[in-house]
């Protein structure tokens, strides 16, 4: 082999290493990192030592029956609020928005990977049609669901989500108490964590990077 047949071996060796080195930086940098329980909290996000079995339950949204196996194969952010709420849920459901668009932005795959849905503490007023019209306003790939304020009261409570009802009201313009967290639940339909309010776009985006990336 001529001398220059070997100056130009040991220059490609180089470049190759060079890249192989550059590459795993840019990946290193670019990749979602997997955050601890201490590091989720800091996030305000607070992940269940055991995810906890929802039990089964049968609402609507639209037109369509909406039930706990519908919570299957995906991840699913649930917001619990009521449309005609005059501040705090459009806020919520904003900055619910603004994740979706960031954690698009950043990982596709990932964004196609979870659901964004409100379940409605009103369903005297939020009808499965008008909640369902409600949450397409803010994104047209969002979920509404209404129903019987029993079985949501139930919901509720297992996602560790309260509020107080309101049945039959003589008043239509009444406002509602409830939660302002946000629950995360599996693609097995289990209730795996929360973000505390009130909640950080460019946190939530953080931690649902390293949530869907690292767990099933």
Not at 70 to 84: C, I, P, R, T
């Amino acid at each position: 082999m001529s001398k220059t047949s070997n100056i130009r071996l040991t220059v490609l060796s180089c470049l190759v290493l060079v890249s192989m080195v550059i590459g795993v930086f840019v990946y290193s940098i670019v990749s979602p990192k997997e955050l601890t329980k201490d590091e989720y909290k800091e996030l305000k996000f607070y992940e269940l030592s055991a995810p906890r079995q929802l039990t089964d339950f049968r609402l609507k949204s639209g037109s369509d029956v909406f039930k706990q196996t519908n919570l299957l194969e995906k991840w699913h952010l649930v917001f619990m609020g009521f449309a005609s709420c005059p501040d705090m849920c459009p806020m919520t459901m904003a900055k619910m928005k603004k994740t979706s668009n960031l954690l698009a932005e950043r990982n596709i795959q990932l964004r196609n990977k979870i659901n964004f849905m409100i379940i409605s503490v009103d369903p005297d007023r939020d009808t499965p049609d008008l909640i369902d019209t409600y949450a397409k306003s803010f994104d047209p790939s969002f979920i509404g669901v209404s129903g019987d304020i029993g079985t949501i009261y139930t919901l509720a409570t297992q996602l560790t989500l309260p509020f107080v009802p309101v049945v039959d009201s003589k008043r239509t313009d009444y406002d509602m108490d409830h939660s302002m967290n946000l629950a995360l639940l599996s693609p097995s339909g289990r209730y795996y964590g929360f973000f505390k309010s009130p909640v950080d776009p460019l946190n939530m985006v953080t931690v649902l990077e390293s949530v869907l990336t690292y767990n099933r």
